[in-house]
């Protein structure tokens, strides 16, 4: 993929998010209108109910458009970061985001000059924020790998940008499908849909940490305690968020919070373990009108999954100690996570159609002497944050539940 092809997708993306908008723009007034005549006159016109219809199915192609291009162009950066220019830098983190920060000019020069009373800030881009080696096979091929990365929440949710403080977006509360076979010339059934409208506020998750004047004489330490510490305690505190977030103050809304509780669905499968109770929850999933796409583990949960053995041969089966398959259950990829509150549960559903997370704000990397006592105490302040929202357009297509069978 060429630097041209690259800036194509970005330049159809960037008409489709002005499409996208346009169409939010009328269809959020034409959906408040609907439900103010369903209220008073007990019944929406035909007309109307066309309208706010053709409405809702062209915001729905766009935004699907738009989640293409942004998935199109996310994997075309990262392509590029792995290649990097072909000058022979070929250290394996280079791409990483504390290479980014000690490779900035300005920072190489805070580090010549440490005094108090300055301050230094430094945006990262999201591409940045994963690490890939590249390694020299002879003087001019490079082999890019991608490590076994550990998948996160927000890697199975669609992706998305935002320059609002908030992001407004309709929630589907209520479906009924009336579609049936009609004669010609009757009267064609009517489905219901409703929606209600949600206003999610962009929130920040950010930390800061001290480290010692002389950690700037030595940029690859800084790097190492960039990448190490500041990012991953990110990531750590965005995955508890986007699953557990309380949707109060400034708490994202998590999707384990708004997510519907278990029910068999099958009347003719009574559940025996841990892996009945994962197939009929993408069941329920699937009975909410859209497909499962992933789900999240607590990594003693997975551990114990992965551990299981056949009880004549003692093989395991769904392991191989010394392969390096990404983690599946049910052909769908497996979040694994350390939160408290997911041992002993499961979460499964449609994170790719039924939630998006809409970053305002990738991380941003803030060296500063201003701070507290630090020129007296000869240390540095460093904070990282990042600002981002997260809709969830359809909460009965997230089930959540817990791993004991019961008798």
């Known amino acids: 993929m060429t630097d041209q092809t690259k800036d194509q997708i970005a330049e159809q993306l960037k008409q489709v998010n002005a499409k996208v908008k346009e169409l939010t723009d009328k269809t959020l007034p034409a959906a408040e209108n609907a439900l103010k005549e369903a209220q ?7 007309e109307t109910k066309n309208k706010v219809d053709e409405l809702l199915t062209d915001l ?15 994997e075309a950066e990262q392509l590029f970061a792995r290649i990097g220019s072909g000058n022979g830098d070929q250290s394996p983190s280079r791409n990483r985001a504390g290479d980014l920060v000690i490779a ?41 790998t991608n490590p076994n990365q550990r998948l996160t929440v927000r890697d199975l949710l669609a992706p998305g940008d935002t320059e609002s403080s908030a992001v407004a977006y309709l929630r589907e509360t209520l479906f009924t499908n009336n579609a049936a076979p009609v004669a010609e010339n009757t009267t064609k059934p009517y489905s219901e849909i409703e929606f209600e409208e949600v206003l999610s506020g962009v929130k920040t998750i950010a930390h800061l940490m001290k480290i010692a004047k002389q950690t700037l004489d ?23 968020q986007l699953l557990f977030g309380s949707g109060t103050g400034n708490n994202l809304h998590g999707i384990y919070t708004q997510a519907t509780a278990f029910a068999n669905p099958s009347t003719k499968t009574t559940p ?9 929850a993408m069941l329920q999933v699937t009975l909410a009108e859209l497909s499962a796409t992933g789900h999240v583990m607590h990594d003693i949960d997975w551990t114990d999954i992965e551990l299981m053995k056949d009880a004549s041969t003692n093989g395991y089966l769904f392991s191989n100690p010394f392969g390096t398959l ?7 990829p497996v979040a694994q996570t350390n939160q408290a509150g997911m041992l002993g549960n499961f979460l499964t559903g449609s994170f790719a ?18 701070n507290a006592d630090d020129f007296e105490k000869n240390m540095v302040s ?11 357009y359809r909460p009965q297509a997230f089930v959540k539940g817990s791993l004991t069978v019961g008798p």
Do not use: C, H, Y
């Not at 729905?60 to 996310?74: A, S, V």
């Not at 025996?272 to 009929?280: G, K, P």
């Not at 159609?353 to 201003?370: G, K, L, P, W, Y």
């Open 60 to 74: 729905n192609t766009m935004r699907d458009t738009q989640n293409k291009l942004q998935t199109e162009l996310g």
């Open 326 to 332: 990404e983690a599946r259950l049910w052909g769908l």
């Open 218 to 240: 030595d940029l690859p330490q800084l790097r190492s305690i960039i990448n190490g510490r500041l990012l991953n305690g990110l990531k750590r505190v965005e995955d508890t």
């Open 272 to 280: 025996s373990n841990s892996l009945d109770l994962m197939r009929l």
């Open 382 to 392: 460093i904070r990282a944050e990042e600002r981002l929202a997260l809709a969830v």
């Open 353 to 370: 159609d039924a939630a998006q997370i809409f970053d305002r704000e990738d991380a941003n990397v803030v060296v500063s002497t201003e």
């Open 104 to 144: 900035n000019d300005r920072i190489i020069e805070f580090s010549k000059n440490v005094s108090a009373g300055r301050r230094l800030a430094i945006d990262v881009p999201r591409a940045a924020l994963t690490s890939f080696a590249v390694n020299p096979v002879d003087g001019s091929t490079k082999i890019v």
């Open 40 to 46: 008073k006159a007990g019944e929406l016109s035909t």
